[in-house]
């Protein structure tokens, strides 16, 4: 997980429907700023993830926790959090929690500056062993502690132990522990960017052939996803990147040529580049959900480089979940404007068709609405505006362009967030003037913007008679 100050939900739990209890406060729901600022950071972490589950539950429950990870989350908060002190060393976790609610917990302890300690940092699996074993746990170590300077030092070694037989060298660096994971899974998880990139340095001279890189790029950890799908997932956009050229690399003398020979077809690359986690969920679609602008731009332009047709490409950047809604949509919905800026300025260099982009950029959910409709009923100005701007380059058509921007408005009781009117009326005014650049640039006609134009003044002037009785009464009083 990314150490920062606000955990993000990395939701892999199986569909299904997920029931809340917020009846009783847990004894460590709001601690006293007095037991330690790190503790306090900490719960408010792991609050903020329950939050936010229960925001993408009220859309999607298929991305959510299950209930009895939510159940496990809070119990192992309010069990942690008097652990929490100024003094604390290394942390331990309680035994048996999914993996989800382990690195949501993670995540929010080290946001805080704690430590965390594995007691299953059993090292590599009993198929490998000797002296291979030896390195193996070296590399794995130094990937779980982020030592970028060991992690260099044991690929080499790796690689002289190999001599040439790349099969061997791939399943020493992928060797996992007792619970299936391996060192590069385990520094992917954490978001350790430094090991991380070491590792696929160390990858260079080591011969491997494209189905090696397969094997690398789609290891798969005890839930299902793939380890390009955990890069995207960190929003960790130097590994992405990573990735990108490290496929590009046994890629670029010629896709089919090269891939066939080691067994991989076009399709069979499209579906790799997809990262897919178990449950289906591209992970592209996480990156923009998570607002990972970094790694959104890093796939999307590694894209250009692979080699695959535009029905490929124009397939994975749409990065639709199992429920048919694509990434852009998620973005729009949850306000992620950064994400909605790189999506739409690397649109144009794929080299898509006009109507395959217009079909991306509508962004329609499973019940048919737009993410431009998403972000006006949560909103999102910012978003919105970044929207707006991001047609304007993106090679539309005329006609497609009014397709896209002539959207219903939404009603009172459209946000599924709780927007606030306000909130709504400044990404509707965001909306106005982006329609208004559109047609100084020629993209839309007088008579289209004016159409669009009369219903939304009104709109916004209802919203402002509704709020302002309330701004009266507050300065009254």
Known sequence: MHSTSSVRLSPTASPKTITFNTAAAPPYAHANATEGVRQQLFIDNINQAIGDDATLKAHDASHVLAHEELTALHRERDRVAPMCTDQAAALVLSEHLSEPVRRLVTGALQAAGFTVADYQAVPVASHVVGSDAALSNDLYDALRGNDGAVVSAAMRSLKQVCNGHPDRFVNLVLATDHKGRSGLQRALYAGHTGAVMAFMDGLKGAGLGAQHVADIVAARSPDGTSNLCWALIEGQGPIVNAFMALIEAHTAKGLMESLRGAGLGREQVADLLAAKDADGIPGLSFAMKFGSAGAVTAFMDGLVKIGLNSKQIADIVAARDANHAPGLYFAMYAG?????????????????????????????????????????????????????????????????????????????????TGASKTARIEALEAYGLGLTWLQRQHLITPAQLARIEEPLGKHIAELRRHIQPTTVDAVSQ
Do not use: W
Not at 358 to 367: C, E, L, N, P, S
Not at 385 to 398: E, H, I, P, R, Y
């Open 336 to 416: 992620k404007a950064a994400v909605v800026t790189a999506f739409m300025d690397s649109l144009s260099k794929l080299g898509l068709s006009s109507k395959q982009i217009a079909d991306i950029v509508a962004a329609r959910g499973a019940d048919d609405a737009s993410g431009l409709y998403c972000a006006l009923a949560e909103g999102r100005p910012a978003a919105v505006k970044a929207f707006m701007d991001g047609l304007q380059g993106a090679g539309l058509s005329k006609s497609h362009i009014i397709n896209i921007v002539d959207v219903p408005l939404p009603g009172p009781s459209a946000s599924h």
